[in-house]
């Protein structure tokens, strides 16, 4: 689908190479898993949703304030489906509210500070993720299958989908605008360390950077590094660490200020 309509993101200067998109699949070498075909499935399903966010580009018509044809479209089937019967107006605002409210990186930030501070509950992680995360009861939708893979100081992750957007919803929400675009999907494939670079982490030579895929069937979580200075900290206040964008792995996690 043609991506040219979506308003280029431009944290950090980020998007400075955005004519990749199909190229992502030139380098395979890179990818440390493959696509099924029914990961493509769904996939393009998701891909349709990314499409629905793409109203904030410039063009000519007038803004007005009436809403636009995907609002007006979902407020049509709910009111539909409310009139029938098939759903519970309670049970939507429970959907929205869990969005808006409970789920989210902290999720993850919890996950990783477990980790960090219970070795037990990290080697259960490494082996088996979804177990684990299941453990803390940060399982749901778009996070069945969870696989997490550790940063250390030879090996650095870093999380993508080439084709779409699957992100572990349960473990960080809803991805965030850059993660979906169509540069970072493409070169952090190709070029991961020019992409680190624009997000402000400079790898050495040394660490091995591996990306991996994410597909319907399994979504990736970093487990980054406990930063120097945090060995006095309990559990809660390193969660308080944790950020989003070193579980996806384009930061560390700082050290404490
Ligand atoms: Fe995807």
Not at 2 to 14: A, H, L, Y
Not at 229 to 246: C, F, I, K, Q
Request: aromatic share 6%.
């Amino acid at each position: 689908m043609d991506e040219s309509g979506e308003r280029p993101v431009d944290r950090r200067g980020f998007i400075k190479g955005s004519a990749v998109g199909a190229a992502a699949f030139a380098a395979p070498g890179k990818m440390m898993n493959e696509r099924t075909e029914e990961a493509e499935v769904h996939d393009a399903d998701a891909h349709e949703h990314t499409h629905g966010h793409g109203h904030g580009h410039d063009h000519d018509h007038d803004h007005q304030d009436v809403p636009s044809d995907i609002a007006l479209r979902v407020r049509a089937l709910e009111s539909v489906l409310i009139e029938k019967e098939m759903v519970d107006p309670a049970a939507l605002d429970e959907i929205v509210d869990n969005f808006e409210n409970r789920i989210g990186p902290q999720n993850g930030a919890r996950v990783v500070a477990r980790a960090w501070v219970d070795p037990g509950f990290r080697d259960r992680l490494l082996a088996d993720g979804t177990s684990a995360i299941g453990e803390l009861d940060y399982l749901g939708g778009q996070g069945e299958h969870m696989k997490v893979v550790a940063n250390t100081d030879s090996v650095h992750n870093l999380i993508v989908c080439t084709l779409c957007s699957c992100y572990p919803w349960p473990t960080l929400g809803l991805p965030p605008v850059w993660y979906k675009s169509s540069a970072y999907r493409a070169r952090a494939v190709i070029e991961p360390r020019e992409v680190l670079r624009e997000f402000g982490l400079d790898l050495p030579e040394d660490v091995e950077v591996r990306v991996w895929d994410s597909t319907a069937e399994i979504r990736y979580l970093v487990l980054p590094q406990r930063p120097p200075g945090t060995a006095d900290m309990t559990e809660e206040e390193l969660a308080e660490l944790v950020t989003r964008d070193s579980m996806v792995g384009v930061a560390r996690v700082a050290s404490p200020s």
